[in-house]
């Protein structure tokens, strides 16, 4: 058995996130270094995203949100935007079988019908073969901007009210949430690599009490000791949701005070 094909011993498998989200820079820069053309990192960098998949699968973790092309990405000379279309197909294409075998539930966030008929066909195909997999729901976001995704799930709800199926007042966040592409779940860590530090349009609803995580590795790098190291860090934070230091024990010490201590009065 390979290093890294299991949980590292080090890791507590119950504190683990249940959902990552990755956004995968620095493919272009990992070629130059290497006086490669940029397309070539895009293709390792696929191949990364493959090995991460079934990392978190091995490792018991239930969802994984990777950002593949932004709504901004367009903006890119047509030669590198062409290949990285074709090569999203093609992948398709080559490991859907594999990912089926393997319980993943794929889906396909974004404005996908802006997309080439043909790779909005093998979308389609993946996931209708895969929806009823429970493995792990793998989240794709092609021609993703979350700007764009808030504003078409404002616009959704607005047509409930004006049909008369919703009153404003019963509009909340989590009905917001359920008309999002994510649908209610967010990420519990996000990973961000080649040392950029922000979020490029990327789940600007759903990161609201994410963990972020901002490592120097380029994107084709990120192999399972770089996850590790994510992971790592990510155990070691403490998620207080706005509550007052080291959340539950903190409550219980208050109402533990709260007996010893006299009220103090403004
Ligand atoms: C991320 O790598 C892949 C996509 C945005 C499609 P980049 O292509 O942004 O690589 P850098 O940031 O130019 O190095
Ligand atoms: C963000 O990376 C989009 C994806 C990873 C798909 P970019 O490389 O496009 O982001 P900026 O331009 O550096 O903000
Ligand atoms: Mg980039």
């Not at 999203?88 to 319980?103: A, D, S």
């Not at 073969?129 to 799930?153: K, L, M, P, W």
């Amino acid at each position: 058995m390979s290093l890294y094909s299991v949980l590292p011993d080090d890791l507590n498998p119950q504190c683990l996130p249940n959902h990552v989200a990755v956004i995968m820079d620095g493919n272009g820069r990992w070629a130059n270094q290497r006086g490669l053309p940029r397309v070539v990192g895009h293709r390792q960098g696929a191949k990364i995203l493959k090995d991460l998949l079934r990392c978190c699968k091995d490792w018991g973790i239930g969802a994984l949100t990777a950002y593949a092309f932004s709504t901004e990405n367009w903006r890119r000379p047509t030669s590198e935007v062409d290949f990285l279309m074709v090569l999203f197909e093609k992948m398709l294409r080559k490991e859907l079988k594999e990912m089926h075998r393997e319980g993943v539930c794929i889906r396909f966030i974004g404005e996908l019908e802006a997309l080439s008929p043909s790779l909005q066909a093998e979308i389609k195909r993946a996931m209708e073969e895969t929806a009823d997999n429970t493995g792990i729901d793998f989240n794709v976001a092609i021609n993703y901007g979350s700007r764009s995704e808030i504003v078409q799930a404002c616009q959704q709800v607005a047509q409930k009210v004006e049909r008369g199926e919703l009153s404003s007042e019963a509009i909340s966040e989590e009905i917001l949430s359920q008309h999002l592409y994510t649908a209610g779940s967010d990420p519990d860590l996000l990973i961000r690599t080649s040392g950029e530090q922000r979020l490029s349009n990327f789940l600007l609803w759903q990161l609201a009490y994410t963990e972020m995580y901002f490592t120097r590795a380029f994107w084709p790098d990120f192999d399972r000791g770089e996850f590790h190291r994510a992971l790592q860090t990510y155990q070691q934070r403490d998620r207080r949701f706005g509550n007052a230091k080291d959340g539950v024990t903190e409550a219980k010490n208050q109402v533990a005070k709260r007996v010893k201590e006299p009220v103090l009065t403004a």
